[in-house]
């Protein structure tokens, strides 16, 4: 994250400033990605720091909010993946609880554990929501995608009307 950044005007006018305080490289890393626009890395010469000065960074508190951000990000821009990545961790969880049961069931007929059951089904419930959640954002990127392609569009002709 150390270095310059050169910033093209399609990525200057498509940018979305979400981000206020050091996590703002990454958000920016993953706009360009996302809409792939070109990245080119230039090795900088990196020094120490001055002796008698302080960095104003915190490595732990600092680190946490790149990777909070990148949390979210992954969220917003990959939400099928991150959704159904949940709704398994759910579908997992609600069976492995659910298999005892069963087990016990087909044994003797009789359900001794009512309320684990109850809470494998509300589990299991939680698990396809999160999953159909995830296809429907899923279908909205797709669709904000095109809409970002036409605005695109927009602003290379309005780039070259001022040329």
Request: charged residues 20%; contains cysteine.
């Given at each position: 994250?150390?270095?310059?950044?050169?910033?093209?005007?399609?990525?200057?006018?498509?940018?979305?400033?979400?981000?206020?305080?050091?996590?703002?490289?990454?958000?920016?890393?993953?706009?360009?990605?996302?809409?792939?626009?070109?990245?080119?890395?230039?090795?900088?010469d990196y020094r120490d720091r001055p002796d008698g000065s302080e960095s104003k960074l915190n490595t732990y508190s600092d680190g946490f909010k790149?990777?909070?951000?990148?949390?979210?990000?992954?969220?917003?821009?990959?939400?099928?993946?991150?959704?159904?990545?949940?709704?398994?961790?759910?579908?997992?969880?609600?069976?492995?609880?659910?298999?005892?049961?069963?087990?016990?069931?087909?044994?003797?007929?009789?359900?001794?554990?009512?309320?684990?059951?109850?809470?494998?089904?509300?589990?299991?419930?939680?698990?396809?929501?999160?999953?159909?959640?995830?296809?429907?954002?899923?279908?909205?990127?797709?669709?904000?995608?095109?809409?970002?392609?036409?605005?695109?569009?927009?602003i290379d002709s309005e780039l070259q009307r001022k040329t």
């Amino acid at each position: 994250m150390t270095g310059y950044r050169a910033l093209s005007y399609q990525f200057v006018k498509s940018f979305p400033v979400l981000s206020t305080g050091f996590e703002i490289e990454t958000e920016m890393t993953i706009h360009s990605v996302d809409k792939n626009m070109l990245i080119e890395n230039i090795v900088i010469d990196y020094r120490d720091r001055p002796d008698g000065s302080e960095s104003k960074l915190n490595t732990y508190s600092d680190g946490f909010k790149v990777l909070k951000t990148i949390g979210k990000l992954f969220r917003d821009y990959k939400p099928l993946a991150f959704f159904g990545f949940l709704s398994g961790i759910l579908s997992c969880v609600a069976s492995c609880f659910f298999i005892p049961i069963f087990i016990e069931y087909i044994n003797t007929g009789l359900v001794p554990n009512f309320p684990t059951l109850i809470v494998c089904c509300f589990v299991m419930v939680a698990a396809i929501q999160s999953l159909f959640s995830g296809l429907i954002l899923e279908s909205i990127i797709h669709k904000n995608k095109q809409v970002f392609e036409l605005k695109l569009i927009e602003i290379d002709s309005e780039l070259q009307r001022k040329t």
